[in-house]
């Protein structure tokens, strides 16, 4: 957070977006700095509600309890990186080798507490409440999603009036990878729609919402 912060010093009008863990960090720093954040586009937006959503939701994937137990995710990184990492990227064939390279790069320790305390630990409905009714939000996610369940996404959009749903039909975890056109198509749409109608900065959307009373969170 701090690194994102110093990274975009000086910024007034910032359209952040991000994928599955980065989506739940975008919303975290959107809620922490609302004036510096115009918009947030949210692909594949992991809410679970707590650590018992997450364990139930992976309890119901095959071989999900992997991710939601610390022993078997540890074992399961070690092997990754240290028996299979030079022959992932030819072993997953359908995504990028950059993308497959990138999976071998995550550690023991990145697995077990990035995860858990940005994710399965961590009910996102507090930094949803913070920018509801003031930050435009579009939520982009695949409705095969084995990774974020869809119905914790949809829960997120659909109590919140400035908040937009687009379920990608047949899509798993990676609808950048799998269908990026249509994200395209979609990001586009949906900012054309605000240039029409938004405020000129984050700042004025705080004024506005301050001055219609719609309980605007401000975060130290």
Partial sequence: MAALHASLAGERSVTLVGHSLG??????????????VRRLVLISLPNFGGAEGATA????????????NMWATAIACILTRRVVGRLLPRLLRDIPREVAEDLVAHTMVSSTSSLWEAL???????????T????????LHGSADLAAPLAGAQELAAARSTWEMRVLGGVDHHPWLRVPHECLQHIEQWLSRLAERAPASPAEHLESARATGVGVKEHP
């Fill in 57 to 68: 939701w992976f309890a119901r994937q095959r071989g999900g309890w992997i991710y939601t």
């Fill in 132 to 139: 509801a009714q003031i930050l435009p939000v579009l939520m």
């Fill in 23 to 36: 989506a739940a960090l975008a919303l975290a720093y959107a809620a922490r700095y609302p004036s510096v």
């Fill in 120 to 130: 399965y630990r961590h009910d996102l409905r507090a930094e949803a409440e913070a």
